[in-house]
């Protein structure tokens, strides 16, 4: 079975969640948005916030197994699964926020700076 140039380019490197997100939008008739035109400086605080909050994520998806293979009774793992899903709704939308306030910032809107948080 031959496989076209299409297909071939798609193997060729894995896609980000960004990039995938992206195309969603772009096929909903959503203009990707354009980092480019950001500052090099909003650029890396935006690549630092994306950073934490992955960092973050990884930290409490750790925790979260661990505490899991300690837990038997199936309410106590249900509580456990809505405790893991709300942390990571709330770190999530925390970091949502924080890139928002530097896209505003950087279109001369009055956003908040991002902080460590």
Do not use: C, N, T, W
Request: glycine letters at 8%.
């Amino acid at each position: 079975m031959a496989i076209d140039d299409g297909e071939r380019d798609k193997g060729a490197r894995m896609k980000s969640a960004y990039d995938l997100a992206l195309e969603r939008l772009e096929r909903q008739g959503i203009e990707r948005p354009r980092e480019e035109a950001f500052s090099d400086e909003v650029r890396r605080e935006m690549a630092e916030v994306r950073s934490r909050a992955e960092a973050k994520v990884a930290e409490l998806q750790i925790l979260h197994r661990d505490r899991l293979k300690r837990l038997y009774e199936p309410e106590a793992r249900e509580q456990e699964e809505e405790g893991y899903r709300r942390e990571r709704r709330r770190i999530e939308d925390d970091r949502d926020r924080k890139l928002d306030a530097l896209r505003r910032r950087e279109a001369g809107g009055a956003g908040e700076p991002a902080g460590e948080g």
